[in-house]
C-alpha cells in the first residue's frame, strides 16, 4: 500500500484573500471565533496550519488536530501605510507573524501599528476588514 494518491494541493490556501475557495481556511478561521483554534501536529512534532492532509515538512500523514496555545509571540511584523485597494480604509495598520510554537499564523494586528513590536504577546481572535468586512485573522495584545 504506497498510495501514489497524493494530494496534489487543490485544498491548499495559498489563493487566499483572491475571492476564491478558501474553505479550509474559513474553518479555521470558525473555530478561533469560536475560542477553539487549533493545529495540525505530525508524529514528529511538526506543526502546520490547517487545512492539510500531509506534513509540509517530513509529508506524513497522520495529522493530530492540537489547540492553538492562547498567546504567542510577535516574531516579525510590518506596517502597511499603502494598502492594496481592499484594505484602503484599514491603514495604517501592522501585519505580524506570530509564532505560537511550533506553529506560526500571519493577521492583522489589532493595536497602534507603531506600538508593535517584535516579543510581544498576542492572543489570535477573528475580525473583519474595515474596507470588505472580509474575515481574517486579528491579533490582541495581551
Ligand atoms: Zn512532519
Do not use: K, W
Not at 116 to 140: D, I, K, Y
Amino acid at each position: 500500500m504506497s498510495g501514489d494518491e497524493r494530494d496534489q494541493g487543490t485544498t491548499g490556501g495559498s489563493d487566499r484573500g483572491r475571492g476564491g475557495r478558501n474553505d479550509g481556511f474559513d474553518d479555521l478561521l470558525d473555530a478561533i471565533e469560536a475560542g477553539e483554534g487549533y493545529y495540525l501536529r505530525c508524529p514528529n512534532d511538526h506543526g502546520s496550519l490547517p487545512p492539510r492532509r500531509v506534513c509540509p515538512h517530513c509529508g506524513a500523514r497522520d495529522l493530530d488536530e492540537h489547540p492553538l496555545p492562547e498567546s504567542g509571540t510577535v516574531a516579525t511584523h510590518t506596517v502597511v501605510r499603502v494598502p492594496t485597494p481592499q484594505f484602503a480604509d484599514d491603514a495604517p495598520y501592522a501585519t505580524a507573524v506570530v509564532d505560537f510554537g511550533t506553529v506560526r499564523l500571519t493577521g492583522v494586528v489589532d493595536a497602534d501599528p507603531e506600538a508593535v513590536e517584535t516579543g510581544m504577546t498576542v492572543g489570535a481572535t477573528v475580525g473583519e476588514s474595515r474596507t470588505s468586512g472580509e474575515r481574517l485573522v486579528r491579533f490582541v495584545p495581551r
